[in-house]
């Protein structure tokens, strides 16, 4: 696999099949290394688009996720995105993203806690201080999580957004952690989905539009810019301020009120 930047918008599966590694990539971004468990393409919650990744833990807990690896045993800087949507907390904490070093072994967590909340943890799994927000349930947020990897100043910063499509700057909750953490040496794999070793059962989430980059945090989805129609006087009418197109898969027609025939 590359090293970042990559992303995966899950367009290009069937609805309700597992996740592929391969022949994936020409449509939903930048193909899978592994696939563990048996998530899968789903349309009942979407992001963007007409696809999303579904995950199952099972009535028996299995790890469901979806990997890259090869991303060059990376020291710097890391940044992390997804949409997520949950209809509820986990009974038992769940790992939302794994990161592995070139060894393998742990690197550092994002971690969705039983009381709602999200926290960083170490190599060794252990859980900071939990987040000062509860993540918002049936609807889509953004997660996004930053990390440094080292054994000795690791460190992990995580931000969360109830409004999905929000501004970098216009967080929800936010915990960066002090440069202390015991990480593992490198980042060179991820881990996107229930990556905890033991789980919650039957636990049902989705991810829509992932993402890693080396170089920025990443920030929402680009929107399509907003198009104005301008205030006009049409017979006795006139067109209001209103975007023609105000995001993707969205539009909305400027209204014409009170015009009358000449």
Known sequence: MAAPPLSHTFESGQADTTVITTGNSATGGDAFNAVTGSPTYSTTQVKNGTLAMKVDTTATYAETHVD?????????????????????????????????????????????NTDGTLGNANAAQTVGVHGAAAVALNQWVRI?????ASTTVGQAEFWLYQNADAAIASFDDHR???????????????????????GPNSFVFW?????????AQIGPLAQSPQILLPDADIATGTWSNTPLFSKWNDSSDAT?????AS
């Open 256 to 260: 014409l009120s009170s015009a009358t």
């Open 68 to 112: 890259w690896t090869g991303l060059g045993a990376i020291t710097t800087d890391v940044w992390l995105r997804a949409y997520c949507y949950f209809t509820a907390a986990p009974t038992t904490a769940l790992r939302l993203f794994g990161l592995r070093t070139n060894a393998p072994a742990n690197s550092a967590f994002l971690v969705f």
């Open 207 to 215: 991810m829509d539009e992932i993402a890693i980059s080396s170089t």
């Open 144 to 148: 996004e999580w930053r990390v440094v």
């Open 176 to 198: 960066n952690e002090a440069a202390t953490m015991v990480l593992g040496a490198n980042v060179d794999g991820v881990r996107w989905g229930g990556a905890t070793a033991a």
